[in-house]
């Protein structure tokens, strides 16, 4: 027996034209109603949420702490387009998707200088 979901019946009010529309673009893509009502249920509430759990960015202090983790985060993306470059086969090698990681590496890298630069981060 599988784990049981609780759901939720939401009445809502629509205009008929706009019911209609839904509807028959649901139909099109092949989804339900319900299923897409939902998806942009948990999308706007996490949405609202990120917006409401804003950082503040007040100081410099905290602007700085902030590009330090931005940096962080460009320096592993960095590290993973060039770890892909170095696990890429020999016959890709010079391939355009080579060519794209590589240059997403050095991207980030320059990225990275520019913003160590700028706020003199150490």
């Known amino acids: 027996m599988g784990a049981s979901t609780n759901y939720s019946q939401v009445k809502v009010s629509v205009d008929t034209e706009i ?6 673009a649901c139909t099109a893509a092949g989804v339900s109603m319900a299923a897409e009502l939902s998806r942009f249920m948990a999308d706007y509430s996490s949405s609202v949420t990120m917006r409401k759990a804003a950082p503040d960015y ?7 702490k902030a590009i330090k983790g ?3 985060q460009l320096e592993l993306m960095k590290a993973c387009e060039e770890r892909v470059c170095q696990n890429m086969p020999m016959n890709l090698q010079g ?14 890298e320059e990225a990275v200088d520019a913003l ?3 706020w003199m981060v150490p």
Request: charge should be positive.
């Open 19 to 24: 019911a209609s529309a839904f509807k028959g």
């Open 58 to 64: 007040s100081t410099r202090r905290r602007r700085r």
């Open 70 to 72: 931005i940096m962080k």
């Open 95 to 108: 391939s355009e998707a080579y060519d794209v990681a590589e240059e997403a590496a050095a991207s980030l």
């Open 116 to 118: 160590s630069s700028f």
